[in-house]
Structures are given as structure tokens and as C-alpha cells.
Antibody, heavy 121, light 107 residues
């Protein structure tokens, strides 16, 4: 198993901010691209953002570009996403997911259990 | 962005049935296609990638095929543990878009 443990979810008002973390263990964290994927209640999967192993390349869905910032701390084996200007439509379970290789353009072989973000007044 | 159209959105089948799910990309994705299984309240699980390569530990009753824009997931003989929702995903370009999902229910 490759544990990925998300944290930081919760209830936030529209327009507010929240930061999620994903602690990784069991693999050489810096060697793999990482991603955030979300799932609104009862809905499908939506890829949100990804980052290369070095952190030098970041990618975003149009729906979050300019509001979310992905980052990683390879010394602490941790992935982050800073979410600003949150909207009701950002309400979802947020999963972190590891790619099968160091390449960003690769599928996701391990996923965390997810953390729920609820944006509501 | 590449759009992924998955069909059907749901299906009812019996244990032992052969099940086929299709996924169509809005443009060619050069077999950069993965299939995931998700059960309620759980994270998705990778089944296949590069359209037809079985992930380690996944039963051989799951198979994938296709090329260009059209891809298929087949379950050769549906087992009780296979009742779940299945998603395709292209990772050919960013954003890594998912299909809308296919819920496989018990008939």
C-alpha cells in the first residue's frame, strides 16, 4: 500500500479560503507527479490540478485557474493546494492521487481517502 | 480541452454477464486512456492504463481495447464485487479529463 492521507477539509463561506494537505509515505515522493481530483456529492470525477515531481511544473483545470495554487514540499513528503475565492460549486470530496511514474502525463495508481470541502454560508 | 464521452451512464446486469463500457474522446489520445473502478464512499481504483494494460492485482476478467478516439472496457464475466461505478480518463493532455461514469447495477 502507498498511504496518502488528506487533511484540511471543512466548512467555509463563499469567498473564503482553505488549504488542503496530503501526506505521503511508502515511496520516493519527489520522483512522482501528484494531483488533486475532486468529486461533488453524487457526481463524477473532476481533475483539479497537478504538479511535477520537482514542483517545477504546475497544471490547473480552467474551473480553478487563478483561484487554486498547488505546491509540494518534497522534504516533508507533502502535497498542498491553497484554495481561494471559494464558490459553492467547489463543494466536493478532494482526493490526492499519485501518478504511476514521474511523468505528469500518466494515470493515477494510488489515491487518498479524500477530504470533504463544503462551501456554504 | 479533450472531452470524454462515456456510455452508457448506467446499466443493469447479472452475475456472469459480459459487460461493455465505451469511452469516446473528442480527439485522438494515442491510447493514453485509463479505466478506474469506484465503490460508494471509496477512492477510485486503477484497473487499466495505456488502454489495455492491466494494473497489477486486477483480475483478468477486466480488459480494455481501442485506439484513436474510441475505447472499450469489458468485464468478461461480472462478479458480485464488480458492481460499482467505472470512469475512463485521458492523460494525453492537460486537463486530464474523466468520462461521466458508468454505474453497473445488479439486475
Amino acid at each position: 500500500e502507498v498511504p496518502l492521507l488528506e487533511s484540511g477539509g471543512g466548512l467555509v463561506q463563499p469567498g473564503g479560503s482553505l488549504s488542503l494537505s496530503c501526506a505521503a509515505s511508502g515511496f520516493t515522493f519527489s520522483s512522482y507527479a501528484m494531483n488533486w481530483v475532486r468529486q461533488a456529492p453524487g457526481k463524477g470525477l473532476e481533475w483539479v490540478s497537478g504538479i511535477t515531481g520537482s514542483g517545477g511544473g504546475t497544471y490547473y483545470a480552467d474551473s480553478v485557474k487563478g483561484r487554486f495554487t498547488i505546491s509540494r514540499d518534497n522534504s516533508k513528503n507533502t502535497l498542498f493546494v491553497q484554495m481561494n475565492s471559494l464558490r459553492a460549486e467547489d463543494t466536493a470530496v478532494y482526493f490526492c492521487a499519485k501518478t504511476v511514474s514521474g511523468d505528469f502525463y500518466a494515470p493515477f495508481d494510488y489515491w487518498g481517502r479524500g477530504t470533504l470541502v463544503t462551501v456554504s454560508s | 480541452d479533450i472531452q470524454m464521452t462515456q456510455s452508457p451512464s448506467s446499466l443493469s446486469a447479472s452475475v456472469g454477464d459480459r459487460v461493455t463500457i465505451t469511452c469516446r474522446a473528442s480527439r485522438g489520445i494515442s491510447n493514453s486512456l485509463a479505466w478506474y473502478q469506484q465503490k460508494p464512499g471509496k477512492a477510485p481504483k486503477l484497473l487499466l492504463y495505456v488502454a489495455s494494460r492491466l494494473e497489477s492485482g486486477v483480475p483478468s476478467r477486466f480488459s480494455g481495447s481501442g485506439s484513436g478516439t474510441d475505447y472499450t472496457l469489458t468485464i468478461s464475466s461480472l462478479q458480485p464485487e464488480d458492481f460499482a461505478t467505472y470512469f475512463c480518463q485521458q492523460y494525453y493532455s492537460s486537463p486530464h479529463t474523466f468520462g461521466g461514469g458508468t454505474k453497473v447495477e445488479i439486475k
